[in-house]
Nanobody, 121 residues
């Protein structure tokens, strides 16, 4: 049973924008915090942003706070990550994830397969 499915990755230039989507199973969307993590080549996976679907409260890591926006659509169980002013250091596989307290650094219970974002200089 597929729980989280990401889409929207691609190859862009520095300064461009890209929007990622994550469709979640309904029970996950309504039971857990859903967020995004990323893993750059040769580096560990890191937290990017998260959202509580109830109330739309959002959380961000400091490195993306002013450039990325996470949002959710509870009619389609979809979480988005709008990424603006992209930099080469944003190049990574972006993973959708869900779990309790992931906005407070807890490990997610569910992971998507990831979508690759490449930012060229």
């Amino acid at each position: 049973q597929v729980q989280l499915v990401e889409s929207g990755g691609g190859f862009v230039q520095t300064g461009d924008s890209l929007k990622l989507s994550c469709v979640a199973s309904e029970h996950i969307f309504r039971s857990y915090t859903v967020g995004w993590f990323r893993q750059a080549p040769g580096k560990e996976r890191k937290y990017v942003a998260a959202i509580w679907w109830s109330g739309g409260i959002t959380f961000y890591s400091g490195s993306v706070r002013d450039r990325f926006t996470i949002s959710g659509d509870n009619t389609t169980n979809t979480v988005y990550l709008q990424m603006n002013s992209l930099k080469p250091e944003d190049t990574a596989v972006y993973y959708c994830a869900a779990g309790k307290d992931i906005e407070y650094a807890a490990d997610p219970a569910y992971w998507g397969k990831g979508t690759l974002v490449t930012v060229s200089s």
